[in-house]
Nanobody
């Protein structure tokens, strides 16, 4: 079982990036999948989540109009399209999966059923 995140990098303020999360060893569409981020000195926070049927939950008002989670079942890959990036978006970004039918209403880093992929760094310069 593996979640391989990629697509991070250094961009300027206002630019876009698309992160990818390739799953292996299991099918993403059978699980709840999501993206988190963790900035230096801050707690890991949930960004967005998608359940087996494709229903999405966005967790942060500051990101829900700019960050869009999607999933390609044929490629067994989830994506996070990030638009209008700002320096405050600089963080390590993680994809994760957890059990359940619906996205957790408050999916936090302490969820015991969460499996984490490795992160990908996003740095936004002003």
């Amino acid at each position: 079982v593996q979640l391989q995140a990629s697509g991070g990098g250094l961009v300027q303020s206002g630019e876009s990036l698309r992160l990818s999360c390739k799953a292996s060893g299991f099918s993403l569409d059978y699980w709840v999948t999501g993206w988190f981020r963790q900035a230096p000195g801050k707690e890991r926070e949930a960004i967005s989540c998608i359940n087996f049927s494709g229903a999405r939950t966005d967790y942060a008002d500051s990101m829900k109009d700019r960050f869009i989670l999607s999933r390609d079942n044929a490629k067994n890959t989830a994506y996070l399209q990030m638009n209008s990036l700002q320096p405050d978006d600089t963080a390590q970004y993680y994809c994760a999966r957890t059990r359940g039918v619906r996205c957790p209403p408050n999916w936090g880093p302490d969820d015991g059923d969460t499996y984490w992929g490795q992160g990908t760094q996003v740095t936004v310069s002003s």
